[in-house]
């Protein structure tokens, strides 16, 4: 069975702190490695896709790489408007991580 | 462009009770699905639908019907509402297959069943 595990469960930064927050996968096949961002009270965002290993993607303080078995989102400088809880899932199945909930203190 | 919505925002049922929440999109997305998040636990996958007229059960069906008879809509029906079905269900779509294209998210129907 697909399994797909996030790392830390809470992450408290100061603005400016620069950090990363892990998604590790047991999957037979990857279709995809998706990340979402979501803030209390809204559904799920799309941030980025990643197919294969070495592949990276960035949307402006964020950047996410990919391995052949866990995912980083990189976090540079973070702002307190990053905060939110941040979801990884693999493809096939649309499995989702429980999530890793980032708070920036200015 | 009003993307995926679905109602209720909030509902509260009495255990036994039977409801039906509603999701539209507005992107001609052939696929839907729909999702319970509960704390701690993740989005789990109840129903998913690959196209009018086909419906799929996920990894938590149990207690949902749904049906797909228009591309636009997909409603998540609870037939005898269970305290443990008390959670935020989202509703979600995309333009191609199961697994291979980002899902566009509703805001979440909150229910509470006491």
């Known amino acids: 069975e697909d399994q797909v595990t996030q790392s830390p469960e809470a992450l408290r930064l100061q603005e400016g702190e620069s950090s990363s927050l892990n998604c590790s996968y047991t999957?037979?096949?990857?279709?995809?490695l998706f990340w979402y961002r979501q803030d209390p009270g809204k559904g799920p965002e799309f941030l980025f896709t990643?197919?294969?290993a070495g592949e990276e993607k960035e949307k402006e303080r964020l950047k996410a790489t990919l391995t052949k078995k866990e995912s980083f989102l990189h976090i540079t400088a973070p702002k307190p408007e990053d905060s939110a809880t941040y979801l990884c899932?693999?493809?096939?199945?649309?499995?989702f991580g429980a999530g890793t909930r980032l708070t920036v203190k200015p | 462009n009003a993307g995926v919505t679905q109602t209720p925002k909030f509902q509260v049922l009495k255990t036994g009770q039977s409801m039906t929440l509603q999701c539209a999109q507005d992107?001609?997305?052939?696929?839907m699905s729909w999702y319970r998040q509960d704390p701690g636990m993740g989005l789990r996958l109840i129903h998913y639908?690959?196209?009018?007229?086909?419906?799929d059960q996920g990894e938590v069906p149990n207690g949902y019907n749904v049906s797909r008879s228009t591309t636009e809509d997909f409603p998540l029906r609870l037939l005898s509402a269970a305290p443990s079905q008390t959670s935020v269900y989202f509703c979600?779509?995309?333009?191609?297959?199961?697994?291979?294209?980002?899902?566009?998210f509703g805001n979440g129907t909150r229910l509470t069943v006491t």
């Open positions: 992107m001609n997305h052939e696929y």
């Open positions: 999957v037979s096949g990857l279709r995809g």
């Open positions: 639908s690959v196209g009018a007229g086909i419906t």
């Open positions: 979600a779509s995309s333009y191609a297959a199961q697994g291979n294209s980002p899902l566009h």
């Open positions: 990643l197919y294969s």
């Open positions: 899932a693999v493809g096939g199945d649309m499995r």
